[in-house]
């Protein structure tokens, strides 16, 4: 998948493209993120890239004109990458608290596209009039104003490359069985077996791998119950879960 970033702040989107598992889907070429900085886009010798509002006002704005070039270039690459560049293969999406919230609903749906242009704004945001003619999704990570929106746009990145295939390997496929979708993580644990007189649940040193799933499930189910009775609520169970919820009813309570 191709990544363009148009932001003023390059050098932030290291902590993606070199580190962890982000880091090496860049390394194996199973992704390709390029940081484009509108600053390259201007013309005049001070390289402005924003202004004073209009209307007056504190801050400033990011102006249209650098963005638009900017975007254009992220367009041209993108398509140098073999990518479509219409919206249906190659959104502009733009981080702001503005937008649709992101969820892993909306994660595996953006596994789709060949590639994505990531907006990052800074200072006030952009004239309204380059989103109107450039943007095609807004995004928010979440309900909170930042300095930018580059954190937001690597937090986008890293939900999506972690789910592409053949990135996560064997955790991948841990998180493929049947029970995570839609509910809170269980507890994890491992050596050493005491830890500050904290023991390990013994089933999980079983290795009966049918009651160690159906442990999982209920502590899932508790856990979620408990802190996101949101999502309990919404929580669709399969035929299998269905099944071993029946099972589990009173466990649950
Ligand atoms: C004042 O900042 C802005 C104002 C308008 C747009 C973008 C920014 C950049 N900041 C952002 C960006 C995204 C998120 C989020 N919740 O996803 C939070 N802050």
């Given at each position: 998948?191709?990544?363009?970033?148009?932001?003023?702040?390059?050098?932030?989107?290291?902590?993606?493209?070199?580190?962890?598992?982000?880091?090496?889907?860049?390394?194996?070429?199973?992704?390709?993120?390029?940081?484009?900085?509108?600053?390259?886009?201007?013309?005049?010798?001070?390289?402005?890239?924003?202004?004073?509002?209009?209307?007056?006002?504190?801050?400033?704005?990011?102006?249209?004109?650098?963005?638009?070039?900017?975007?254009?270039?992220?367009?041209?690459?993108?398509?140098?990458?073999?990518?479509?560049?219409?919206?249906?293969?190659?959104?502009?999406?733009?981080?702001?608290?503005?937008?649709?919230?992101?969820?892993e609903t909306?994660?595996m749906?953006?596994?789709?596209?060949?590639?994505?242009?990531?907006?990052?704004?800074?200072?006030?945001?952009?004239?309204?009039?380059?989103?109107?003619?450039?943007?095609?999704?807004?995004?928010?990570?979440?309900?909170?104003?930042?300095?930018?929106?580059?954190?937001?746009?690597?937090?986008?990145?890293?939900?999506?490359?972690?789910?592409?295939?053949?990135?996560?390997?064997?955790?991948?496929?841990?998180e493929q069985d049947s029970f995570v979708e839609g509910l809170l993580?269980c507890?994890?644990?491992?050596?050493?077996?005491?830890?500050?007189?904290?023991?390990?649940?013994?089933?999980?040193?079983?290795?009966?791998?049918a009651?160690?799933a159906k442990?999982r499930f209920v502590?899932q189910v508790?856990?979620t119950?408990?802190?996101?009775?949101?999502l309990w609520q919404q929580f669709t169970p399969n035929a299998e879960q269905a099944r071993l919820l029946k099972k589990v009813k009173?466990?649950i309570?």
């Amino acid at each position: 998948m191709y990544f363009a970033v148009i932001t003023i702040l390059p050098e932030m989107f290291t902590a993606v493209s070199e580190f962890g598992i982000t880091g090496r889907a860049v390394q194996n070429k199973q992704v390709t993120i390029e940081c484009i900085n509108p600053r390259d886009f201007t013309t005049d010798n001070y390289r402005r890239i924003d202004e004073r509002p209009f209307g007056g006002g504190p801050g400033m704005v990011m102006m249209a004109e650098p963005l638009a070039k900017a975007i254009e270039y992220a367009k041209s690459q993108a398509s140098q990458h073999g990518c479509a560049t219409d919206a249906a293969h190659c959104p502009v999406i733009y981080l702001s608290p503005q937008g649709g919230t992101l969820n892993e609903t909306k994660v595996m749906a953006l596994r789709q596209y060949d590639a994505m242009i990531l907006l990052c704004g800074r200072y006030e945001g952009i004239d309204e009039r380059l989103l109107q003619r450039y943007v095609d999704m807004e995004i928010s990570i979440g309900d909170f104003v930042l300095t930018g929106g580059e954190l937001p746009a690597m937090v986008l990145m890293d939900s999506v490359i972690r789910r592409l295939p053949d990135v996560m390997g064997d955790a991948k496929s841990a998180e493929q069985d049947s029970f995570v979708e839609g509910l809170l993580d269980c507890p994890h644990y491992t050596k050493p077996h005491e830890f500050e007189g904290l023991t390990v649940p013994e089933v999980l040193l079983s290795g009966h791998h049918a009651n160690i799933a159906k442990w999982r499930f209920v502590e899932q189910v508790k856990r979620t119950k408990q802190r996101r009775p949101d999502l309990w609520q919404q929580f669709t169970p399969n035929a299998e879960q269905a099944r071993l919820l029946k099972k589990v009813k009173d466990e649950i309570k």
